[in-house]
């Protein structure tokens, strides 16, 4: 199989690996490169738990062919924090107890994560049509929505963190 080389940023951080034509981005942000943030889950676009952001777009890694990230910067939960501090999101995710068996929560968050840089003051159904690609089977969405909502309040400084 051909293999071609890209070039990509990847949470700020300049990329340069050679992929196999007709690799997922999901595989290539796995095994090429160290990031196992993005989960696999179905493997067919209907869960979210791999979702991405491509300049700051949410992408569902597992369909995205690496290719065409080219040029291109990918952001995942492995680079929302700076070092041992969260990211808002992060954090009211935790104080609100949105996560439990977490496989979903990197797709939530990056799903959030891309609303609110659009959108810094959602309302609760903008919430839930941000987050609607994304399943979860443990935690219900009540607490996903309370985090994200929490996190727009402390990330525009209505609420101290």
């Given at each position: 199989m051909a293999r071609t080389p890209i070039e990509f940023r990847h949470n700020g951080r300049d990329q340069a690996i050679f992929v196999e034509e007709g690799s997922n981005l999901l595989d290539v942000l796995r095994?090429?490169?160290?990031?196992?943030?993005?989960k696999y889950g179905c493997g067919q676009g209907t869960c979210g738990c791999c979702t991405v952001l491509v300049d700051g777009e949410p992408h569902l890694s597992c369909l995205?062919?690496?290719?065409?990230?080219?040029?291109?910067?990918i952001e995942t939960t492995?680079?929302?924090?700076?070092g041992v501090e969260l990211h808002p999101l992060q954090q009211a995710?935790?104080?609100?107890?949105a996560a439990q068996c977490g496989y979903c929560t990197p797709g939530m968050l990056m799903a959030?994560?891309?609303?609110?840089?659009?959108?810094?003051?959602?309302s609760r159904q903008e919430?839930?049509?941000?987050?609607?690609?994304?399943?979860c089977r443990?935690?219900?969405y009540e607490p996903i929505i309370a985090a994200v909502?929490?996190?727009?309040?402390?990330?525009?400084?209505?609420?101290?963190?």
């Open positions: 095994r090429g490169v160290g990031d196992f943030a993005p995205t062919l690496a290719e065409t990230v080219a040029g291109r910067s492995s680079g929302l924090g700076k995710f935790m104080d609100n107890f959030a994560k891309s609303l609110l840089d659009h959108n810094p003051s959602p919430v839930v049509e941000a987050i609607a690609g994304n399943i443990c935690t219900g909502l929490d996190a727009s309040s402390r990330m525009s400084g209505r609420r101290s963190a």
